[in-house]
């Protein structure tokens, strides 16, 4: 596959940042429901810092959205290619049992 072409940068960094925060907040909630699944609830603190996560990946979700519009608007061609490399990414990176794998219907 070729490089993305350099109007992408500032989009695929956002993209970088979502994905990040996403999976940081996926993790926290993951450690949270494993330590609390059969008593208990996390404590203000541990609910305070899950909704913080939250919050920055919905930053980052809506930067993200700004720049892929930026970009779209600059380099219709760029953008393209830039969705098209995302899908493949998430379509290789999807675990096959997942019901978000179209390979796995």
Sequence with gaps: MNRLPSTTFDAWQAYNAMATTKQRHL???Q???????KYGEPT??????LARLL???DAQVKAFLGAMNALRARDAQAHHELVSYITTLNELLTPEESPNNPQAH
Aim: proline share 0%; charged share 40%; glycine share 6%.
């Design 44 to 49: 203000d603190e541990e609910s305070s810092l």
């Design 55 to 57: 919050e920055e990946h």
């Design 31 to 37: 450690r949270l429901g494993a330590r609390y699944s």
């Design 27 to 29: 993790d926290y909630l």
